[in-house]
Nanobody, 120 residues
Framework: QVQLVESGGGLVQPGGSLRLSCAAS????????MGWYRQAPGKQRELVADISSGGGTNYADSVKGRFTISKDNAKNTMYLQMNSLKPEDTAVYYC??????????????WGQGTQVTVSS
C-alpha cells in the first residue's frame, strides 16, 4: 500500500525554523505532484506550497519568502523548510501527493499530519 508519512513538526518560538519531511513509500510508479497543506483549529484546510514533477513550485501568499518546498526524487521525499515562523503558522500540516501506483490508476494520497505550534 502507498503511504505518506510526515515528520519534523513540533513546538518552536516565533522567528524560529522547522523542517518538515514527507516520505512516500510503497509500489509507486510515478509521482505527478506533491504538496503541503495545513489546517488550523476552526479553519479550512489550505494549500501552503506544492511542487510539480518538473520542480515547479507554488506558494500561498502568506508563506512566500519564508517557506521553501523541495523534493528528493530518488527518495520519493518532499520537504518544507519553514523560516521566520509566526504564531499564525500554527496548524496541522498535511502532505499530499498526486501519484500512480503500479497496477493502479492515478489518485490523490494524504499523510496523517504533523502538528506545528509556534508560541513563546
Amino acid at each position: 500500500q502507498v503511504q505518506l508519512v510526515e515528520s519534523g513538526g513540533g513546538l518552536v518560538q516565533p522567528g524560529g525554523s522547522l523542517r518538515l519531511s514527507c516520505a512516500a513509500s510503497g509500489p509507486i510508479f510515478t509521482i505527478n505532484a506533491m504538496g503541503w497543506y495545513r489546517q488550523a483549529p476552526g479553519k479550512q484546510r489550505e494549500l501552503v506550497a506544492d511542487i510539480s514533477s518538473g520542480g515547479g513550485t507554488n506558494y500561498a501568499d502568506s508563506v512566500k519568502g519564508r517557506f521553501t518546498i523541495s523534493k528528493d526524487n530518488a527518495k520519493n521525499t518532499m520537504y518544507l523548510q519553514m523560516n521566520s515562523l509566526k504564531p499564525e503558522d500554527t496548524a496541522v500540516y498535511y502532505c499530499n501527493a498526486d501519484l500512480r501506483p503500479y497496477g493502479s490508476r492515478r489518485d490523490i494520497y494524504w499523510g496523517q499530519g504533523t502538528q506545528v505550534t509556534v508560541s513563546s
